[in-house]
């Protein structure tokens, strides 16, 4: 079995997350999030931390997530990295990923670079406007990541929006589909599953 591989990118907060879940409960495909890749800042402060700029492509270890995807595609199981950003450090644990016919490749860049475009059947885009991811940023990071309002807006304002302008939007254009992630999530389902299962049909 040749996995069928789906990229689901889009600015931060914009429902790439909430998107992927539902795709994922369709198809019981295996997922593989971006964020779990961030590089280990164990050498740094938590203060230095704090102020990294992880929006953009470079924060990633893409040596492994390179690696990694090329595994599922070819039907491999991986163990992915565990990030911890309360401490926005790696933990010691790893999560066994196991090939599905249909693997999820979400993240702010799953669209960037070609080295996962290229394996990728099925390109999606989630757009939503930047007051709305705003929005939503603050309110999961307050909830999920123990950050303050100000220290949310400190950062988006820094590197989130500027770096999504720079590197995220651009990759709109080589999606095969754009969904508005304040859309009825049933109608942004049935945009990606016509393409698909279009797509994996047409590989048999």
């Known amino acids: 079995m040749t996995p069928y591989l789906i990229g ?15 795709i994922a409960e369709k198809l019981d495909a295996a997922m ?3 964020d779990s890749y961030y590089r280990e800042l164990d050498h740094l402060s938590l203060v230095q931390r704090a102020h990294w700029n992880f929006d953009a492509p ?11 995807v090329r595994e599922l595609s070819r039907g491999n199981a991986i163990a992915k990295p565990v990030y911890d950003f309360t ?5 010691a644990k790893t999560v066994t990923v196991r090939p599905e016919k249909y ?14 475009v290229k394996l990728t059947g099925t390109k999606v885009f989630v757009d939503l406007g930047e007051d709305l991811c705003l929005e939503r940023r603050i ?3 307050i909830r999920e990541r123990g950050r303050t309002r100000e220290s949310v807006l400190e950062q988006y304002e820094s590197t989130v ?7 995220v939007h651009p990759t709109k254009s080589r999606a095969d589909i754009v969904v508005t992630g304040d859309d009825q999530i049933e ?16 590989n048999r």
Do not use: Q
Not at 11 to 20: M, Q, R, W, Y
Not at 161 to 167: G, H, N, S, V
């Open 161 to 167: 929006l500027p770096m999504a302008k720079r590197f």
């Open 32 to 34: 593989l999030h971006l």
């Open 58 to 68: 470079e924060a990633l270890d893409t040596d492994l997530l390179f690696a990694h």
């Open 187 to 202: 109608h942004e389902v049935a945009a990606v599953m016509n393409h698909v299962l279009a797509g994996s049909n047409s």
């Open 139 to 141: 309110e999961r990071d």
């Open 8 to 22: 689901i990118a889009g600015p931060s907060c914009a429902g790439k997350s909430f998107l992927s879940s539902h």
């Open 87 to 91: 401490t926005h450090s790696r933990t």
């Open 103 to 116: 693997i999820i490749v979400e993240g702010l860049f799953a669209l960037y670079w070609d080295e996962i």
